[in-house]
Structures are given as structure tokens and as C-alpha cells.
């Protein structure tokens, strides 16, 4: 199993600045695609940022420019800067990671989310 533990979050006023932390753990042999979603109040979630296998990092365009994401395959982390924030980036945010596991697995995990809160 693996587990994925998320930090930061909370509430901010507009223009304001937030990071979030994701931390994966357990039985992982490496780790393909890792990166964050987010889900407003009733919407679909949707993909915020996420770093592949293969070196890139894609971004939603209504956060580009704004929020960056880092990787760290040494510890299995991830982070989300975010910049310049704005009352629509109101959601609660889950990490998501494709992990390759024992026995040839490959799985998708969440994390369990934290609320993210713009003040206009």
C-alpha cells in the first residue's frame, strides 16, 4: 500500500501566496506520474499540475504563471507554489500519484485533500 500525505493549505486573502506539500510513502519502487487536482464546490475535479515520467510538468492554463511544481524523486515529494491567488482557486486539493509497486503493479492514489481558501 501507499500512502500519500498532504500539508499546507488554508485561507489566504486574494493576491496572497500558499504552498502545499505532498509526501508519498510505503511499498513504491518509483513513482510515474505525481502532481495535484483540485475540486470546487460542486464541480468536477480537475487537474491543477502534475509532473510525468518523463521529465515535464504540465499546468492547467488558469493557474500558469501563477503556481509552480517541484518534485523531489529522492524523498517521493511534491510541492505547489501558488502565487498571486484568486478567489476562483477556492477548492479542496488532492495530491495524485501513478505509482509502480511489488509484482509489476501500477496504481493511482489520492491523497486525502486540504481546503484551499481565496478571501476576495
Known amino acids: 500500500q501507499v500512502q500519500l500525505v498532504e500539508s499546507g493549505g488554508g485561507l489566504v486573502q486574494a493576491g496572497g501566496s500558499l504552498s502545499l506539500s505532498c509526501a508519498a510513502s510505503?511499498?513504491?519502487?518509483?513513482?510515474?506520474?505525481m502532481g495535484w487536482y483540485r475540486q470546487a464546490p460542486g464541480k468536477q475535479r480537475q487537474l491543477v499540475a502534475i509532473?510525468?515520467?518523463?521529465?515535464?510538468?504540465n499546468y492547467a492554463d488558469s493557474v500558469k504563471g501563477r503556481f509552480t511544481l517541484s518534485r523531489d524523486n529522492a524523498k517521493n515529494t511534491v510541492s505547489l507554489q501558488m502565487n498571486s491567488l484568486k478567489s476562483e482557486d477556492t477548492a479542496i486539493y488532492y495530491c495524485?500519484?501513478?505509482?509502480?509497486?511489488?509484482?509489476?503493479?501500477?496504481?493511482?492514489?489520492w491523497g486525502q485533500g486540504t481546503q484551499v481558501t481565496v478571501s476576495s
Open positions: 495524485k500519484a501513478l505509482v509502480s509497486g511489488p509484482g509489476s503493479t501500477l496504481r493511482q492514489y
Open positions: 509532473s510525468t515520467s518523463g521529465g515535464t510538468t
Open positions: 510505503g511499498s513504491i519502487l518509483s513513482i510515474n506520474n
